[in-house]
């Protein structure tokens, strides 16, 4: 597997220069400084135009940047694009991070990349962790997706039917389209009149018993 594409941002550049050395080796690591007047869309396009595996952002970008956003925003702003993108919110203003963010989950002090701390190295491998699930629950998808997508529309049943969908759903919340389902199979008049023959034959098989 290739080494996972990890980007950091943040605006000032001694915390840049700690992070790029708390990192080094592990991950291929691109740096995105937020200057003056950095605009969010134009970050956000960037970032997803490069196809991270994980986000990590600064909390505090306006603190020595004039920027409309911190990194709370910029984190919200990507996960409306991919919504299972890795992401996390390093702060040294922990409550303040806590009290705006949409998933408390995503925010790490920035003590936890002290060599002295005995749990840097379980950050590293968290970030790790993160990746290889995000990368296997998306190739599982679109492998599954595919196999169905082979099957020709006459053929597919309605449980293979709504599984095409909501794989195709769940690799589309990722900000792409697998552009493998024929459209009758997402029609959803059809998946309407699917469920309710569905639905039919289930009260026949229960009156039939």
């Known amino acids: ?3 996972a594409r990890l980007i950091y941002i943040d605006e000032d550049p001694e915390d840049i220069d700690y992070f790029q050395e ?6 291929d690591l691109e740096v995105i400084r937020i200057e003056n007047d950095s605009e969010l869309e134009e970050v956000v396009d ?4 490069s196809m991270p595996d994980a986000v990590i952002s600064d909390f505090m970008l306006n603190e020595k940047a004039t920027v409309g956003f911190n990194g709370q925003a910029l984190l919200e702003q990507l996960q409306r ?3 299972h993108l890795p992401c996390f919110l390093l702060t040294s203003h ?3 991070a806590l009290e705006v963010t949409h998933d408390a989950r995503l925010v790490q002090s920035k003590a936890i990349m ?10 590293l491998l968290q970030i790790g962790k993160m990746i290889v699930d995000y990368r296997d629950r998306f190739e599982s998808a679109e492998r599954e997706l595919n ?4 099957i020709s529309v006459g ?6 039917r709504m599984r095409a969908i909501e794989l195709d759903n769940y690799i589309e919340e990722h900000g792409l389209s697998s552009q493998a389902l024929p459209n009758e199979i997402k029609d959803e008049r059809s998946i309407e009149l699917l469920a309710e023959l569905i639905l039919h034959v289930d009260q026949l098989l229960e009156k039939n018993k």
């Open 1 to 3: 597997m290739n080494k």
């Open 22 to 27: 708390f990192v080094h080796g592990r991950f």
């Open 94 to 96: 922990a409550p303040g």
């Open 46 to 49: 960037g970032i997803l135009h």
């Open 155 to 160: 053929d597919i049943t309605a449980q293979q």
């Open 81 to 83: 694009h991919n919504k």
């Open 147 to 150: 196999a169905l997508a082979q």
């Open 114 to 123: 002290s060599a002295d701390s005995d749990l840097s190295e379980m950050f």
